[in-house]
């Protein structure tokens, strides 16, 4: 059972570009999680959502940032027009509920790392 | 979510037990104490959680005082492996909200 599946690993990108990272969550799970953690601190909750929904987006950004994930496919986090503050490690997660007290885990990936030139 | 306070470090003799302590004296009732760890730069590892009774696991031990208000981790025999930030994180379930955590460092 594979885990949680982020893509790519590393990502250059100048700045003005577009970022997309993806996050397929572990089988069975249809709620997702993004964390940011910028050089040197603590990971800082983006969004949570579920299949083609937004549950909660409190961590995000007003202006740039954008995630989704689709029926099909992977959860996407779109990070437009990007700046050197982008550059950070982000982290998804997933739970086969939103309520995750029964078993306490959130499956996290391995990240994706991104810097901007 | 109860905000918890973590010592910002902590060092342990390799084969020793780690006793990682966190205070979360504003916890409410349907709030969990979970333990999570981050070594160097992967994803976070879930460890343990747990709501008024102590649990144990393969990985570790969790503690927690009657009142509720603060909980020990405990690392039975620390290895090397186990150098990483621990966080503890008090949440009712549906979320994560992750602090600066404590980094423990195992010495040979």
């Known amino acids: 059972n594979a885990g949680v599946m982020q893509n790519p690993r590393h990502l250059v990108r100048r700045r003005g570009q577009e970022a997309r990272l993806r996050c397929s969550p572990m089988?069975?799970?249809?709620?997702v999680y993004w964390y940011r953690q910028l050089p040197e601190e603590g990971l800082k909750f983006m969004v949570y959502?579920?299949?083609?929904?937004?549950?909660?987006e409190s961590g995000m950004p007003k202006e740039r940032f954008s995630a989704e994930f689709p029926k099909e496919g992977p959860s996407i986090l779109r990070i437009q027009q990007v700046v050197r503050g982008d550059s950070a490690a982000y982290f998804c997660?997933?739970?086969?509920?939103?309520?995750?007290?029964?078993?306490?885990?959130?499956?996290f990936g391995e990240g994706s790392r991104l810097t901007v030139l | 979510d109860a905000k918890t306070t973590q010592p910002p470090s902590m060092d342990c003799a390799e084969g020793r037990a780690a006793n990682l302590p966190c205070n979360h004296s504003t916890i409410s009732g349907n709030e969990y104490v979970y333990w999570y760890r981050q070594i160097h730069s992967q994803g976070p590892q879930y460890i343990i959680h747990g709501l008024k009774n102590n649990e144990t696991n393969e990985m570790a031990s969790l503690i927690i005082t009657e009142d509720r208000k603060s909980s020990t981790l405990i690392l039975p025999h620390a290895t090397l492996r186990d150098t990483a930030v621990y966080y503890c994180?008090?949440?009712?379930?549906?979320?994560?909200?992750f602090g600066g955590g404590t980094r423990l460092m195992v010495k040979p």
């Open positions: 997660a997933s739970s086969p509920r939103g309520r995750f007290r029964d078993t306490g885990e959130l499956f």
């Open positions: 089988k069975g799970h249809s709620h």
């Open positions: 994180i008090v949440n009712a379930g549906n979320m994560l909200t």
């Open positions: 959502l579920q299949k083609e929904n937004i549950i909660d």
